[in-house]
């Protein structure tokens, strides 16, 4: 039979009556006819709980000891699901992100996935059973447990779904699709049909939180579909992310001009400013030995401008404190977001340059990057909603 890989959110198994819906459904995808491997996050809020928890221990809490509480979230969930697989008659078995085989960098809280050996799933499957994954979790070769970071699971499934040769990977959640901006900032934000690999991972560059950038990076390389649909609306297409060229749209017919498809921010970020070459280094180096991923890199006026997203430094204050320590000029601060628009032919439209610009008029946007698939601004956090309304309203409304 041929292997569906499919990923639940969090708040596809926030409960227990949420969790039931979902193994009903699969279930009845196993009954047309599919292996299915079935990763899952952890339920609603625990990570955050656990995080939570830690975080009243010790403001800077060990990462590697994080890494042991936080993989706790998806052990239950995958357990949990096995179990409500097996009261409808259906063999399922759940497997940690280790007993799959993934194999990963030594980097705590935010590993990136270095080889998968899934033997086991394999067997598991030739017995005929659903494979239930938890997410977000694998093991160093070390032998560490370590964590994906955010987002986490989507990485997973599709590292799973290239090497078992998946058909496609289905990533549900509670969110119909992937928008054109985030519908909680842009209220006509409109859903998309289809985006290409390079345009979706722009967008989770960029702080696009709906499919994790490591995860799209794996499809991209596997050319493997993703499909980004809701748990709640079968009904519902979603919205397909399909390797480069093959996304059908009226706009291709046109293919010397620039064309906006998204609007992506970050409204809090991490922001490290280096005002010289050795203190550049110094950065640089810090991060590389302490596993810290840098979101964007740019030139500034008078030396090197760093972005992080917050959402995997767990130890914010301590990691400011050190880098401002190493070199007085080596500033921090977490006071600052980043606006993307995304498309194609971005970078060598200087009239899509001066729309963005003038659009922005009166804020205090700083362009920071400017290639063909993306454009990016620095902005105060407490305008970063105002920008992203604008540019939604200049390209896209």
Not at 166 to 192: H, M, N, Q, T, W
Request: charged share 20%; proline share 3%; net charge negative.
């Amino acid at each position: 039979m041929p292997i569906l890989v499919q990923k639940y959110g969090g708040s596809s198994v926030a409960d227990l009556d949420r969790l039931k819906l979902v193994a009903q459904k699969i279930v009845e995808t196993r009954q047309r006819g599919y292996d299915l491997v079935v990763v899952v996050s952890a339920m609603g809020d625990t990570t955050d709980e656990l995080l939570s928890m830690a975080t009243q221990i010790s403001e800077s809490p060990s990462r590697r000891e994080l890494d042991m509480l936080l993989s706790v979230g998806e052990r239950i969930s995958m357990a949990l699901l096995s179990m409500a697989i097996h009261h409808h008659g259906i063999e399922a078995i759940s497997l940690t992100g280790s007993q799959c085989g993934i194999i990963t960098t030594a980097s705590h809280s935010n590993a990136r996935i270095m080889d998968v050996r899934p033997f086991r799933v394999q067997d598991e499957l030739a017995q005929g059973k659903v494979v239930i994954v938890a997410g977000y979790q694998g093991t160093s070769y070390k032998r560490e447990v370590t964590t994906l970071g955010r987002g986490g699971s989507d990485t997973t499934a599709v590292a799973l779904a290239a090497a078992l040769g998946a058909e496609a990977c289905e990533i549900y959640s509670d969110v119909d699709g992937i928008f054109s901006a985030d519908p909680r900032v842009v209220s006509d934000a409109v859903k998309l049909e289809s985006l290409t690999h390079s345009e979706m991972l722009e967008m989770a560059r960029a702080g696009a939180r709906v499919l994790n950038e490591q995860a799209v990076a794996f499809a991209q390389r596997a050319q493997i579909a993703l499909y980004a649909r809701s748990t709640h609306l079968p009904e519902s297409q979603g919205t397909v992310v399909r390797p480069d060229g093959f996304a059908e749209r009226a706009e291709v017919a046109e293919a010397n001009a620039a064309r906006v498809s998204a609007v992506s921010h970050m409204t809090q970020g991490i922001r490290i400013h280096s005002r010289h070459a050795a203190a550049s280094t110094h950065v640089l180096e810090h991060l590389q030995h302490h596993g810290y991923e840098v979101a964007m890199c740019s030139p500034s006026p008078d030396g090197l401008e760093l972005f992080l997203n917050p959402e995997n430094v767990h130890d914010y204050k301590s990691m400011a404190h050190q880098l401002v320590a190493m070199d007085d000029a080596i500033s921090c601060d977490n006071t600052h977001g980043i606006v993307s628009i995304i498309g194609q032919k971005l970078g060598s439209s200087a009239e899509t340059l001066l729309r963005a610009t003038a659009s922005l008029d009166g804020l205090s946007a700083r362009l920071v990057t400017a290639h063909e698939r993306r454009l990016t601004w620095i902005v105060p956090s407490e305008e970063v909603s105002d920008a992203v309304q604008r540019l939604h309203a200049a390209f896209i409304s």
